[in-house]
């Protein structure tokens, strides 16, 4: 069996090589006690055989432990989130949102593959209000694809392609979710347009919040005030919905950030949970957890 240098090296070559998508080949492997089936693409397979977003896991494990209702994955990309919900042996439900339609028919096949009769993925986005938009990516599976115009350098993506997004309190309602537990954002820049839209589902649920919030980097050029400006309105969101900030490290140790989101550089300082502050005695459940609301 390949360790986990070999498989990131074998992805990564695929991948580079164009044979990803051409091989035939299921992958089973471990995560925290539970065996999982990723499916043919082996690129992608091996990238999910191989745990990701260490810090994620436990806490996960406390947030689902301490509230009842669906787990809401919003920009699934591949499933790696859904197999770490799969390895906590939930009984929630697991709904996934990704407009990508080559991502979420490979996260669909990972959901046939293990038998879960209680995971979904929904092949449209998550934004304030209900659209046609485009989405930039480098390849089909492109983790970092985005829906943001300007988010990145225009030279980054090499590709696009037109894909379906809803605001998120409509979509939830049409697929008549009600309870939820957490929510999981990784969006690449469009993590605001997605708490506008779920305003009411917030006020009403008042979910735990894992969300990716990529760095500033520097204020002066017009991307570094568009994004200080999209994380200053994000902030502003969660203030009126009463919701406190915590940055997640890579250990899995998370720290209250009563200051708010700072302009800084580092990729590592990404991760955030947004936490109702009435429920700081859950957050004080948190690995490694200093500072307080």
Excluded at 49 to 77: C, H, M, Q, Y
Excluded at 122 to 138: I, K
Excluded at 207 to 234: A, H, K, M, N, Q
Aim: hydrophobic share 40%; glycine share 8%; proline share 3%.
């Amino acid at each position: 069996m390949m360790n986990n240098v070999a498989k990131q090296f074998a992805s990564k070559l695929l991948e580079y090589c164009g044979l990803s998508k051409t091989i035939d080949a299921t992958q089973k492997f471990v995560l925290h006690g539970s065996e999982i089936l990723v499916p043919s693409e082996l690129a992608s397979g091996l990238r999910n055989a191989v745990e990701r977003e260490n810090w994620l896991t436990p806490i996960l494990k406390v947030l689902v432990e301490s509230k009842t209702g669906a787990f809401i994955d919003v920009g699934v990309n591949v499933g790696q989130t859904l197999v770490k919900w799969m390895s906590l042996n939930s009984s929630s439900g697991y709904y996934g949102f990704e407009p990508n339609p080559a991502a979420a028919t490979y996260a669909n096949k990972i959901i046939a593959l293990n038998g879960l009769a209680n995971a979904n993925v929904v092949s449209v986005g998550m934004a304030e209000n209900s659209a046609l938009v485009e989405l930039f990516l480098q390849h089909d599976l492109d983790s970092s694809a985005s829906a943001i115009r300007g988010f990145r350098d225009e030279s980054f993506y090499s590709m696009s392609k037109y894909v379906p997004v809803m605001r998120g309190d409509d979509l939830l309602a049409e697929i008549g979710i009600d309870g939820i537990a957490v929510v999981k954002i990784d969006v690449e820049g469009g993590e605001l347009g997605v708490l506008k839209g779920l305003g009411s589902t917030i006020a009403r649920t008042r979910p735990f919040i894992c969300c990716e919030v990529l760095p500033v980097y520097e204020d002066l050029s017009d991307r570094g005030r568009e994004r200080r400006r999209r994380t200053d309105e994000l902030q502003s969101v969660l203030e009126r919905h009463s919701y406190c900030i915590y940055r997640a490290f890579d250990d899995g140790t998370v720290a209250s950030l009563q200051n708010g989101i700072e302009t800084h550089g580092e990729l590592s300082l990404s991760n955030y949970l947004f936490i109702p502050c009435e429920d700081e005695a859950i957050a004080r459940r948190l690995p490694g957890l200093h500072g307080n609301c």
